[in-house]
């Protein structure tokens, strides 16, 4: 995304939190017309899980056949989600002139023209739309997940497994949203074919959005455990509980929105005012459980650095790994590369994916080697400025104080796509059961895709390393 384009997407986050904040005002006001009795006592959900709950919050309430419900409701959940969506992409209409000229010309060979043009990591956004605007996302959609799972809304937190198993559940509903927003028929590469158009083809907010917006999450849950309900203990006062609820949870208010409560709302206890407010509930304690040393599922973030022929390249990825027998594992992996060591005005960058088999000989030890074979695609692509038609370009700008053209009028592109292989091995190290280090790998990379710039980028030594997240081991 260009420049522009990103500082309007953070102007479309900034009246976004306006209306919420409009919102918030406009509720309080309520509190003043509305008898105490008619205060959220509806809001209050908790029943659906009483029976595991301790007797601070409602009797059961069980579902038709008589058992407690803790199935997901994923029919309520995409409602939320397809309004937050809708919600999005209306401001984008509203307030991006390149979006609405993207909706020019045939949809379906745009839509086609904008996926296949993905590669790369960066995406042309400044630092605050990357890795503060798209984590809130990310942060909105996994609570819009938890909000619909009667269980895992009222797990709080703590050192209770299952608090951290339905975060890592609520990473996962934000990577499938963030990638559909991205990539996905009702996308920014459908309206109006953003990734189309250089530089906003990196994937960068495929793996931002889920990873820190999950992060984002807990930390307002930290916040709401350890501050806010801490105040709202001490306090009585229904504006300083409206307040402090709001304003210092506000991913988790927006998501509120979206299922038409009042941001204030608490699953896990009652409303503001004194009449209704009930002691936090907890769920009891989860029974004695035997989980196995090798993880089923394994979520890795790796940085790489591939040393080519005459020039390197440095980036980053993610790979995905499911057990498929005590010493085997299958593993996808994304990831791309800046190359270096190019002439002036030039820039290019890999981009690959693949999946494979991984052996794992001694996958229940501490330290465990590996290796692997990843089967796949290879992109290159270049981009060339030509500085002379932009120097033009910028002074005809100036003359006529209209806004700079499109980077496509001044800048050639280049694309190469093959075949890809990555072959290695690598150790890990398990720090506990949840997290493991990946100490090193050592990879021999072959791609099919040809030259580009007049260089062969056919043969590599990749070297990386990365946090691994492991899943069914806790």
């Not at 980028?457 to 081991?473: E, H, N, P």
């Given at each position: 995304m260009t420049l522009t384009r990103g500082w309007v997407k953070m102007g479309m986050l900034a009246m976004g939190f306006r209306i919420f904040s409009i919102l918030c005002f406009v509720s309080g006001l309520t509190l003043v017309a509305q008898p105490a009795d008619a205060l959220e006592d509806g809001n209050i959900d908790a029943g659906a899980v009483a029976g595991a709950i301790r007797p601070a919050i409602d009797p059961?309430?069980?579902?038709?056949?008589?058992?407690?419900?803790?199935?997901?409701?994923?029919?309520?959940?995409?409602?939320?989600?397809?309004?937050?969506t809708g919600l999005q992409h209306a401001f984008r209409l509203g307030t991006e002139r390149g979006t609405r000229v993207g909706m020019k010309g045939p949809f379906w060979a745009g839509y086609a023209q904008s996926v296949s043009s993905m590669h790369g990591w960066g995406d042309g956004d400044p630092f605050l739309v990357n890795y503060i605007g798209h984590p809130i996302q990310g942060s909105i959609t996994g609570f819009i997940y938890l909000q619909n799972s009667p269980r895992e809304r009222m797990l709080r937190f703590g050192r209770d497994p299952r608090y951290w198993r339905s975060r890592m559940k609520a990473m996962g509903a934000a990577f499938v949203y963030s990638s559909l927003f991205e990539l996905g028929p009702v996308s920014e590469a459908s309206i109006g074919k953003i990734q189309s158009r250089r530089p906003q083809q990196g994937f960068v907010d495929h793996v931002v959005t889920p990873i820190i917006g999950t992060g984002w999450l807990i930390a307002e849950d930290i916040v709401d455990e350890k501050i806010v309900l801490r105040l709202e203990e001490r306090f009585e006062n229904k504006w300083a509980r409206m307040m402090v609820r709001s304003w210092l949870n506000p991913t988790r208010s927006f998501s509120n929105a979206m299922r038409f409560k009042s941001p204030w709302h608490r699953d896990t206890r009652g409303g503001i005012t004194a009449g209704h407010y009930r002691a936090p509930a907890t769920l009891a304690p989860e029974g004695a459980r035997e989980f196995p040393l090798a993880a089923k599922f394994e979520l890795t973030a790796i940085p790489i650095w591939t040393r080519f022929e005459g020039t390197q390249c440095a980036g980053g990825g993610g790979q995905a790994a499911y057990r498929v027998s005590a010493d085997w594992q299958i593993v996808t992996q994304l990831s791309g590369c800046q190359l270096r060591d190019l002439a002036a005005n030039r820039s290019a960058d890999t981009l690959f994916y693949g999946v494979g088999p991984r052996w794992t000989p001694a996958a229940e030890r501490r330290v465990s080697p590996f290796a692997q074979v990843l089967v796949g695609g290879n992109k290159i692509t270049r981009y060339e400025v030509d500085v002379a038609r932009a120097a033009i370009l910028k002074a005809e700008a100036r003359r006529t104080g209209a806004p700079m053209p499109a980077q496509e009028l001044y800048t050639k592109g280049e694309t190469r796509n093959g075949l890809g292989l990555m072959a290695g091995t690598g150790i890990d190290v398990r720090l506990n059961p949840a997290v493991a280090l990946r100490v090193a790998t050592v990879e021999y990379t072959k791609s099919w895709a040809g030259a580009i710039d007049g260089r062969a980028?056919?043969?590599?030594?990749?070297?990386?390393?990365?946090?691994?997240?492991?899943?069914?081991?806790w």
């Open positions: 059961a309430r069980p579902s038709k056949g008589g058992a407690v419900e803790s199935k997901v409701d994923w029919g309520s959940m995409a409602r939320q989600a397809a309004l937050f980028y056919s043969r590599g030594l990749q070297l990386s390393s990365g946090v691994i997240l492991r899943m069914g081991t």
